[in-house]
Every structure is written in C-alpha cells, then in structure tokens.
C-alpha cells in the first residue's frame, strides 16, 4: 500500500510513547513483539528507520491502551485479532470506524472462547467497554476509505494537539496556529520563558505547559 499514512513514519517510539502517555517499554512491546507473541502495531516499511512510528500505528497504540483501559488485555489479544479480521474482512482492524460497534461484541465473544480465555479482566462490563473505545474512538477522524486520517491526542487535552499526514508532515501539532509542539518544548528547553514561548508562536500559556509537561517531563 502507497498511502503515507501506512508507510511514512513519523515518531520514534519514545516520542509516540510519550504523545500518548504510554510507558515506553509498553510501547515498545507492542511496536515489535515479544517471544511469544509478534507485534500489535503496523510500523514504516524499513524497520531501520529511525521514526518507524507512522500515523496508522500511532492510532493502533491509542486505541490498544483505550481498549488496556476498558479491561482488555492487550497480551492476549493477538489471536482475537484474526477474529476481527475475519468480521471486518481488512488487516488493520484495530482503526476499523467499527471496533467500537461490532467489535466489542466481538471481543466479547472471543473472551468466552478456549483460544480466548483471560483476555478481559473478570468483572468487565461489555457496555463499559463499549462505552470506553467509543469514547475514545470519537477524537479519530476517518477518511472515505475507512482508515484514520487525523487523530488528535487525548493526553495533551484540553490543548488540542492533532496528527495529520496532510500538516507539518504528521508531526503533531496545535490544531488552531500549526504549530508544532516539539518546537515548543525546543524553546523551553532551551531556557526560553513559558510567556515569551507562548507569545512567539501565538498559542496560549497552558498550551506552552502542556509542551513542557509531557514531552520534557517539566512543569513550565
């Protein structure tokens, strides 16, 4: 597939970790496997590249921990995935518009199974999960195809921080100005105040903490 948006990386794993408030290694389990399991995420092309993080597996990893948070076990749901591969009838059925739906149900299903024993947490509620990953799913904006093409980053709310193939070539950015955060945090880094920042690039203050707070673990 040509489409930028499932072969261009734009993240490493420590920057998409970071963007969605996931522990690295967590991440970085997902992105390429363990032992005994291959990996969850759809990553560029080269796996030598140094940003091997592209827009589709960005959204894959946002809506894995929406589902961690809903009470699946993302360890286990490698052979649930074919499931839903099977239902939807596509490979990247973990940014399918209906996971939220149908998904869940199927999900739910495959957790009743043999193969599917132990993937959601006892005690789950099903329309907690659907609740959960529809939430989640809302702030994924999907093109006519069917796949994502914006997804803004719930971490950085109420800052609306968005990753779009079309803008700053994927690198994420203030919806409102353009302007990209790592640029942000750059100048902050670099001893900058949080109000010269904020005025330099016309955002608010709170959008220049936001910067500091999760890409360089500072408070501004």
Same mark, same amino acid.
């Given at each position: 597939?040509?489409? &930028?948006?499932?072969?261009?990386? &734009?993240?490493?794993?420590?920057?998409?970790?970071?963007?969605?408030?996931i522990?690295?290694?967590?991440?970085h389990?997902?992105?390429?496997?363990?032992?005994?399991?291959?990996?969850?995420?759809?990553?560029?092309?080269?796996?030598?590249?140094a940003?091997?993080?592209?827009?589709?597996?960005?959204?894959?990893?946002?809506?894995?921990?929406?589902?961690?948070t809903?009470?699946?076990?993302?360890?286990?749901?490698?052979?649930?995935?074919?499931?839903l591969q099977?239902?939807?009838?596509?490979?990247?059925?973990?940014?399918?518009p209906e996971?939220?739906?149908?998904?869940?149900?199927?999900?739910?299903?495959?957790?009743?199974?043999?193969?599917?024993?132990?993937?959601?947490?006892?005690?789950?509620?099903?329309h907690?999960?659907?609740?959960?990953?529809a939430?989640?799913?809302?702030y994924?904006?999907?093109?006519?195809?069917g796949?994502?093409?914006?997804?803004?980053?719930?971490?950085?709310?109420?800052?609306?921080?968005?990753?779009?193939?079309?803008?700053?070539?994927?690198?994420?950015?203030f919806?409102?100005t353009?302007?990209r955060v790592?640029?942000?945090?750059?100048?902050i880094?670099?001893?900058?105040?949080t109000?010269t920042?904020?005025?330099?690039?016309?955002?608010?203050?709170?959008?220049?903490?936001?910067?500091?707070? &999760?890409?360089?673990g500072?408070?501004?």
């Open positions: 597939m040509g489409d &930028i948006r499932f072969t261009e990386g &734009i993240l490493n794993f420590t920057q998409a970790a970071r963007h969605l408030r522990p690295r290694q967590t991440f389990r997902w992105a390429r496997g363990h032992p005994h399991g291959g990996p969850l995420l759809h990553l560029a092309d080269s796996r030598s590249d940003l091997p993080v592209t827009l589709i597996a960005l959204a894959e990893a946002y809506v894995l921990e929406a589902l961690r809903a009470g699946v076990r993302p360890q286990r749901i490698r052979p649930a995935l074919k499931a099977k239902e939807f009838g596509r490979e990247y059925v973990l940014v399918a996971l939220a739906t149908d998904g869940v149900d199927v999900l739910w299903d495959f957790n009743k199974s043999r193969a599917g024993h132990g993937l959601i947490v006892g005690g789950t509620n099903q907690v999960i659907r609740e959960i990953v939430d989640h799913m809302q994924v904006a999907f093109d006519r195809d796949y994502p093409e914006q997804l803004q980053l719930t971490a950085w709310l109420p800052s609306k921080v968005v990753v779009d193939m079309r803008r700053a070539f994927g690198q994420p950015i919806a409102g353009g302007t790592a640029d942000v945090a750059g100048m880094k670099a001893g900058e105040s109000e920042v904020a005025d330099e690039f016309g955002i608010s203050v709170s959008d220049v903490r936001a910067s500091a707070r &999760i890409l360089l500072v408070a501004a």
